[in-house]
């Protein structure tokens, strides 16, 4: 980085979305690095599960070929744990997708939609060719992610729960025997037909087991989805399917540590966080929050975020003074998974459309709980105390001040 970019604040990453012409972090480390100084390297930024460096993946021919025909990143790894004498191993393999909207936001909205439909197919196959049992798309993934703009016309893109995307999706549930998680902008036809923002839960013989919507809507730059629906009614419920308990902890709900909590204390053992987030506004947060997730609730966080810079054809304001613009800022990827021992995948390409798989043993979930103890050790009684005082409108803070304090001597 250049001494006038660096004072700047500015970075050198490519207009593209690059890491300085490298899809991510660690492919910049390891091209740039010796083989032993990044293998130290990778120790420290990405962990060691149960005491080695994750392994990688060998998939099969028909899903390389599919990630070089269509240009997505493709990258496979596996979560060991440990041997035990009573049990035997719960092997589930994860795949995430993250992928741009297919065609501009100025074509017409079927097109649009259409297009990511087509566009995902390939994506969709690779993973189904390489055995996923469960998987998992981003945020609203059937549209652009519109709701910066605070126009209403992008409510078209809505659709209720056994509508047109989860109608497409069911054909690969029932084709792969494979659990799909379709985060969606749903229509709710039964309440007057509001909005939500809503993961449906596909089972793995193409029915559908149930829906989350997302807990938490930001109220921070551009991201104006208060426009356009409210925080969910759904709870956190865990939905125990063919290859696991599963969770869907949508977008800006990372960032909130009970939400989290919420989902372990319910039983999960995969959380789910598909997402649509800016690198100005987010990127150094996003390593961080699932991954002391995973760890804070000893169980595996899927993290995805959607790629690209999408532009409007209207300008929009973000309320800071600073002029009006097209777009919402650069959507950078970077989707990884996080394991309860502390380490995690390498990220998808910041850049490209990708699909990440992992093989996990849910095994190590209880592993963790046992070395670590945090649900025995937690204090949950105090905390219902102090939440149950907290949310009343007579609440004091519990603060002892110094008698001193201001006084003069």
């Known amino acids: 980085m250049t001494k006038m970019a660096a004072e700047s604040g500015k970075t050198d990453l490519a207009e593209d979305g690059s890491v300085a012409g490298f899809d991510s972090l660690h492919r910049l480390l390891q091209s740039s690095l010796p083989p032993h100084l990044f293998q130290e390297?990778?120790?420290?930024?990405?962990?060691?599960?149960?005491?080695?460096?994750?392994?990688?993946?060998?998939?099969?021919?028909?899903?390389?070929?599919?990630?070089?025909?269509?240009?997505?990143?493709l990258q496979a790894f596996s979560f060991?744990?440990?041997?035990?004498s009573l049990r035997e191993p719960r092997c589930v393999r994860v795949g995430l997708i993250q992928n741009s909207i297919a065609l501009p936001t100025t074509e017409p909205f079927l097109d649009q939609k259409r297009?990511?439909?087509?566009?995902?197919?390939?994506?969709?196959?690779?993973?189904?060719?390489?055995?996923?049992?469960?998987?998992?798309?981003?945020?609203?993934?059937?549209?652009?992610?519109?709701?910066?703009?605070?126009?209403?016309?992008?409510?078209?893109?809505?659709?209720?729960?056994?509508?047109?995307?989860?109608?497409?999706?069911?054909?690969?549930?029932?084709?792969?025997?494979?659990?799909?998680?379709?985060?969606?902008?749903?229509?709710?036809?039964?309440?007057?037909?509001?909005?939500w923002n809503t993961a449906v839960i596909i089972g793995n013989n193409g029915n559908i087991i149930g829906k989350h919507r997302k807990n938490h809507i930001p109220r921070v730059g551009d991201f104006n989805e208060s426009t356009y629906y409210m925080e969910g009614n759904t709870g956190h419920p865990v939905f125990e399917t063919a290859y696991g308990k599963i969770a869907v902890n949508i977008c800006y709900g990372r960032h909130h540590p009970l939400n989290w909590l919420a989902f372990g204390l319910n039983g999960a053992e995969i959380v789910f966080n598909p997402s649509a987030t800016v690198g100005e506004l987010s990127e150094p947060m996003w390593p961080i929050e699932a991954r002391n997730a995973a760890i804070a609730n000893s169980y595996f966080v899927c993290s995805i975020n959607r790629v690209g810079t999408e532009h409007f054809p209207n300008p929009f304001t973000s309320g800071d003074g600073k002029p009006q613009h097209t777009d919402f800022g650069h959507f950078y990827g970077s989707s990884y998974i996080s394991a309860p021992?502390?380490?995690?995948?390498?990220?998808?390409?910041?850049?490209?459309?990708?699909?990440?798989?992992?093989?996990?043993?849910?095994?190590?979930?209880?592993?963790?709980?046992?070395?670590w103890g945090y649900r025995m050790t937690a204090r949950y009684e105090i905390y219902a105390d102090l939440f149950a005082r907290y949310v009343k409108p007579d609440f004091e803070p519990q603060v002892i001040t110094d008698p001193l304090y201001g006084k003069d001597m």
């Open 41 to 73: 390297a990778s120790r420290l930024l990405i962990g060691l599960n149960c005491g080695k460096t994750l392994d990688s993946v060998a998939l099969p021919d028909p899903a390389k070929s599919l990630s070089l025909n269509h240009d997505f990143d």
């Open 80 to 84: 060991r744990a440990d041997s035990e």
């Open 115 to 195: 297009g990511i439909f087509q566009k995902l197919t390939p994506i969709i196959e690779a993973a189904g060719a390489s055995g996923v049992n469960i998987l998992c798309l981003q945020e609203a993934w059937t549209m652009p992610f519109a709701f910066c703009t605070r126009e209403k016309k992008w409510c078209e893109f809505a659709e209720p729960i056994d509508g047109e995307s989860t109608k497409f999706l069911q054909e690969f549930a029932r084709r792969y025997n494979m659990v799909i998680v379709s985060p969606i902008l749903e229509r709710d036809v039964n309440h007057g037909e509001i909005l």
């Open 341 to 371: 021992d502390s380490s995690c995948t390498p990220s998808l390409s910041r850049h490209k459309d990708g699909l990440l798989i992992s093989d996990m043993d849910l095994n190590l979930c209880r592993q963790l709980k046992d070395k």
